[in-house]
């Protein structure tokens, strides 16, 4: 129970609650599991312990389950929003049973995909379990990876799973650069004139960045420059629906508002929302075209710290920018031993399947 400034109390339940929850049996019996009956049953008891189990037998079986005990709600989209607790239409119906979660043995297509992609497509049978999460760019990419190596050859070998993991394309940069430099090319001549600073930026960058492949490697400067522009727009973004700084970043940068943003990105394309809500911002109050301005500004300001913090353009590679700190090692956080414990890797993962080079 949480109480508020304004009065009003907020209870936050939990299915795990339940005096039948039966997860730490489950798991106990996870771990003595020898058949797909065996795994599926130890799986179906684990009530409080939400997740999703991919599972391959020596008897040549693979499957998935969601498990977790999950209430049956009056619409499916009431778990994204606090209700009203006063309200019998609020409350939880029931629960769905364990056979009732997302499932699949065997697929027909030969494999199974756990990228925290969607596990239940709209038009599916689970109801309304899933259904609000939307696939992640590492999700499709992995699936679109995995259709054409099975195109070519009948099987996933070893060295095939190695190109997957080490892929490091990135599907939603595919999708949103192109049409992030339409706008610019568009109406860079909208707030700046052709002789500015700002303008030369925005013709270097639509000189450089129609070349990329969407790959953020270490060593890549267009995937530096995309990676800088796409979280300074993301900063000009929802300020209006979050005053808290750290509460607007904390949504705009959550990959949930990606596909938010590409949506807009593509609406701004064709000439449609160009003063929508969420691109106001204290920058662009008397500007016209809000949005318009945000992505042209945004882009100048990526553009201009990157020379700032790496100065010339041998420096300006996407791995800098997005290290690994192994800070958990012994020691390693410590003044006087860190130089010798603390460990940084150079990471190329963004939105793409690989953790680094």
Known sequence: MIKCSTGIAIAIAWSGFSEKDKSIEGMFALNWARTTNDVTNALKTFDGLAGGFTFATRSGDI???????????????????????????????????????PHIINPKSGYISGCSGRINPLKEAFRSI?????????????????????KRSKELDKSHLEIIQSDSADLFAESILEKLLEIVEKHKGSYYNSESEEDKIMGKVLGMM?????????????ALIYSMWYKELSEMMLHKQFV??????????????????????????????????????????????????????????????????YNTARNWKWGYENPIEYSHLHLSSCCFFKFLYHRKALASVFYSLTLGE
């Open 63 to 101: 499957g998935f389950w969601s498990t977790g005990r999950v209430p049956i709600r009056k619409s499916i989209y009431d778990s994204l929003y606090i209700r009203d607790g006063q309200s019998i239409e609020n409350e939880w119906k029931n629960f769905y049973s364990p056979e009732d979660n």
């Open 130 to 150: 899933g259904t609000t999460v939307p696939s992640t760019s590492q999700a499709l990419r992995s699936d679109k990876l995995i259709t054409s190596i099975l």
């Open 210 to 222: 129609p070349s990329w492949t969407s790959e953020m490697k270490n060593d890549s400067k267009y």
């Open 244 to 309: 808290d700084k750290n509460d607007q970043r904390f949504v705009a940068e959550n990959f949930f508002s990606d596909y938010f943003l590409g949506s807009l990105v593509n609406n701004w394309a064709n000439n449609k929302e160009l003063d929508s809500e969420y691109c106001e911002n204290n920058l662009n109050k008397n500007k016209q075209n809000k949005c318009i301005y945000n992505v042209i500004e945004s882009l100048v300001k990526a553009y201009n710290k990157i020379v700032d913090k």
